[in-house]
């Protein structure tokens, strides 16, 4: 990766580590000692750090010859291949979620969590497919309407049970499933595809329609 | 052979070859998958509905991504790629135009992996269904730029279909060193040129004075030295004529660190004297001496000649090609009578002897000595020893191509070449006998 490049993604790349930190911090505190919350919280920790360390060392290349290599570059080759490969941050969530269940939290602290936890792989996906935050713009009504039901979710948590049994906590569930599905059923006339635009503004990585030849304006 | 700095529109308008795209789910899937799963699974099992509440995002944006599954996904896409040149010199900047069809409304992102020895510019990533890449070739030689990554994300970025184009080869040409002095011999051909010979002539150089014979033109009478003598006297002028320049290329041995090699040297220095000598009207020609025989290309005049050299100098760079033998050179690659600028660092004995033989023929050598890198030594009394013997069998190597007559200069690399060459370059350079 060119200085650049390294510079330009810079500020995606801080985010991502930093949403995910503080997913692990505000699902973690205050620390408690059951149900293994110690582990999860150590995989919380390897799975935010490893993934931005994944993010960081993503464009670094690899030699196609591999045969002659020294010890400590077959090594080098090898950690880049395994951070590489392991899906990372699909552990660090089910580890977060893992310590907000432990957790006695109120509902609408789940809520910021879970709106913390979408920030934090949507950032994650521009940091490592390079992409402007523009590239999310179809996406925006879908995400409002998810946040919609995330407020919502956290709303019939709030709702004081009818009764004591387990009937009744089933009953809240039914209902935010039933609201999923609504959602989803309205889906189709939110997320309909946007007309087909132009390949990019003027002046936008890549095009030359902004006559300079080159992309960015180099 | 610079590239241009605007793109090859022209060119990029011609569909390119279509090729397969591999589509399968991004890693934001699989990541949005494991949140709505993990949330709903929470949510069922502790029966707190504010985790499916966590889910409904991540589900929601996976339905949409399966509801807008009418996007058309191309199995196929044409992939246009254009380099501004297929050929450079060492350290040019050269652009790469791509552009990418058929792609439908899926974001295009490109991704250039550069070959080795290949410098990418700035930018190796870039976005849209057509883009400008910049790179520079370090080392000279048959160069493959690199590979070419192409990623289509749908809308919802939730698949992804990759591609990877082998982008085509470039011949990078060794960089000119810095030349601007020629070695002149003392007895040229008569050939018209731009050297000045030691015979009267038709020149513009100032050669002596002679009594006026009829015939004579007005104008070069030397008004001064004919009041002095009281006859009429006339300036003669000196004739300009060319010369027949051979470039003798050892590519025998390439030590050194790659970029500053004896080989990349040699060619260097071989590209630099034969521009310098094109410049000065002088016919070049070359001999690529290697393993297994020698390639050569006979002596030509202009600067188109300056390209057939050094392409001659590539073509030898497959090391087992099967040439002439040195010893059956026609005259038409060797003429006699010609200058023999010999680029070597003297390091194979076949070749050293192939001098002298040349020398002994009659011809009038100049080496210049590309080694700068000795044999790497522990601190052992053996090595040290060996390394000392090595020194002497050099300097002995050198001492007797100079007893021959054939001067040996050492270039870095580095400096210019007129640096070792000032000493022969001042005067003619006589062939003693």
Redesign the interface.
Same mark, same amino acid.
């Given at each position: 990766m060119t200085r650049t490049a390294a510079i330009r993604g810079a500020p995606v790349l801080l985010g991502a580590g930093l949403l995910g930190a503080g997913c692990v911090a505000w699902a973690a505190a205050p620390l408690v000692n059951s149900g293994w919350a110690g582990f999860a919280l150590f995989l919380a920790i390897l799975g935010v750090a490893a993934g931005a360390l994944r993010l960081v060392l993503a464009r670094v290349p690899t030699p196609e010859e591999t045969y002659l290599l020294s010890a400590p570059a077959r090594f080098w080759l090898k950690f880049l291949d395994v951070l590489r490969l392991v899906p990372w941050e699909e552990g660090a969530l089910v580890a977060i979620l893992w310590l907000e269940v432990l957790h006695p939290a109120p509902p609408w602290h789940t809520a910021v969590l879970g709106a913390a936890l979408i920030s934090y792989l949507l950032v994650t996906h521009l940091a490592e497919s390079g992409a402007s935050p523009e590239a999310l713009r179809p996406q925006a009504r879908v995400l409002a309407i998810g946040a919609g039901l995330l407020a919502l979710g956290a709303g019939a948590g709030m709702i004081p049970a009818v009764g004591p049994g387990a009937g009744s906590a089933l009953l809240r569930l039914v209902a935010a499933g039933a609201l999923i599905a609504a959602a989803g059923l309205v889906l189709p006339y939110v997320a309909a595809p946007a007309p087909p635009t132009a390949p990019g503004p003027p002046g936008s990585p890549g095009s030359w329609s902004s006559g300079r030849g080159t992309p960015g304006g180099r | 052979m610079s590239s241009s700095? +605007?793109?090859n @529109?022209r060119l990029l308008r011609v569909p390119g070859p279509e090729l397969a795209l591999h589509w399968r789910s991004?890693? &934001?899937a699989?990541?949005?998958l494991?949140?709505s799963v993990?949330?709903v699974f929470? $949510?069922?099992l #502790?029966?707190?509905? @504010?985790? +499916?509440?966590? +889910? #409904?995002? %991540?589900?929601?944006?996976l +339905?949409?991504g399966g509801?807008?599954r009418?996007?058309r996904r191309p199995a196929r896409i044409s992939v246009r790629v254009r380099p501004s040149a297929t050929r450079a010199f060492e350290g040019e900047l050269v652009?790469l135009d791509v552009r990418a069809e058929g792609h439908g409304?899926s &974001?295009v992102?490109?991704t250039l &992996?550069p070959g080795p020895d290949i410098d990418?510019?700035?930018?190796? $990533? %870039?976005?849209?269904?057509? $883009?400008?890449?910049?790179f520079t070739p370090e080392r000279w030689g048959r160069r493959q730029i690199g590979t070419m990554d192409v990623?289509l994300?749908d809308?919802?970025?939730l698949a992804e279909g990759h591609l990877t184009v082998t982008l085509p080869k470039l011949d990078c040409y060794p960089a000119p060193a810095d030349q601007r002095t020629t070695v002149v011999l003392r007895r040229l051909p008569n050939r018209l040129g731009e050297h000045p010979a030691r015979t009267s002539g038709e020149g513009i150089e100032f050669f002596g004075v002679r009594e006026y014979v009829p015939g004579d033109r007005q104008r070069s009478i030397n008004w001064p030295a004919s009041t002095r003598r009281g006859r009429l006297q006339v300036n003669t002028f000196a004739a300009e004529r060319s010369q027949d320049v051979v470039l003798l290329a050892d590519a025998t041995s390439d030590v050194g660190v790659p970029g500053s090699s004896a080989l990349d040297l040699a060619l260097r220095g071989a590209a630099a004297a034969a521009r310098a000598y094109l410049e000065g009207r002088d016919r070049v020609g070359v001999i690529t001496y290697q393993w297994g025989g020698v390639s050569w290309l006979g002596p030509g005049l202009g600067r188109r000649q300056l390209y057939r050299i050094i392409d001659s100098m590539l073509a030898s760079d497959s090391g087992y090609a099967r040439g002439a033998s040195f010893r059956r050179l026609p005259r038409a690659a060797l003429p006699p009578g010609a200058l023999v600028v010999v680029f070597s660092p003297l390091l194979d004995q076949r070749f050293v002897e192939t001098l002298r033989d040349m020398r002994e023929r009659g011809f009038t050598l100049l080496v210049v000595d590309v080694l700068n890198d000795e044999p790497p030594t522990r601190w052992r009394r053996e090595d040290r020893m060996a390394k000392r013997i090595w020194r002497m069998e050099q300097e002995a190597i050198r001492f007797s191509l100079r007893e021959l007559g054939v001067p040996v200069v050492h270039w870095d690399g580095v400096q210019s070449l007129d640096l070792p060459l000032a000493a022969h370059t001042r005067r003619p350079l006589a062939a003693r006998r």
């Open positions: - | 700095t +605007a793109p @529109e991004s890693r &934001h699989r990541r949005l494991t949140l993990a949330g929470i $949510a069922l #502790a029966r707190r509905p @504010e985790f +499916a509440g966590v +889910a #409904a995002p %991540a589900l929601l944006l +339905a949409g509801s807008g009418t996007q652009a409304d &974001h992102r490109w &992996h990418p510019g700035d930018l190796t $990533a %870039a976005d849209g269904p057509q $883009a400008r890449f910049t990623v994300r809308r919802w970025r």
